[in-house]
């Protein structure tokens, strides 16, 4: 089974940054796609990011431009990279990860089977 770890979540001022970092258990982490996802009162859960096994990536709109997406295989880790935050962008942020590559990193939850515990990201 695949587990997912993220850390990196914190209360900051607006125009501040945030690197959110989450750790996965599994042994194909190499070879599988990955993404974050947030979940907020107003939006509900929503696909920020998400990387493939061969470091393709997407974004939500929202977050182009300011987010960035990463992955280090050797370290089974992938990491969202958040500056210049917004109120806006204040929420639970998911890490999730697929069985397999994903079609054109998808932001789709229904690819990614396994998701961690989260992480509060608050923006004020």
């Known amino acids: 089974d695949v587990q997912l770890v993220e850390s990196g979540g914190g209360s900051v001022q607006a125009g501040e940054s945030l690197t959110l970092s989450c750790v996965a258990s599994?042994?194909?982490?190499?070879?599988?796609?990955m993404s974050w996802f947030r979940q907020t009162p107003d939006k509900g859960r929503e696909g920020v990011a998400a990387?493939?096994?061969?470091?393709?990536?997407s974004y939500a709109d929202s977050v182009k431009g300011r987010f960035t997406i990463s992955r280090d295989n050797a370290k089974k880790t992938v990491y969202l990279q958040m500056n210049s935050l917004k109120p806006e962008d204040t929420g639970i942020y998911y890490c999730?990860?697929?069985?397999?590559?994903?079609?054109?990193?998808?932001?789709?939850?229904?690819?990614?089977?396994?998701w961690g515990q989260g992480t509060q990201v608050t923006v004020s």
């Open positions: 999730a990860a697929a069985t397999s590559p994903v079609s054109n990193q998808t932001l789709s939850p229904a690819a990614y089977p396994y």
């Open positions: 599994s042994y194909i982490f190499d070879k599988c796609g």
């Open positions: 990387i493939d096994s061969d470091g393709s990536a």
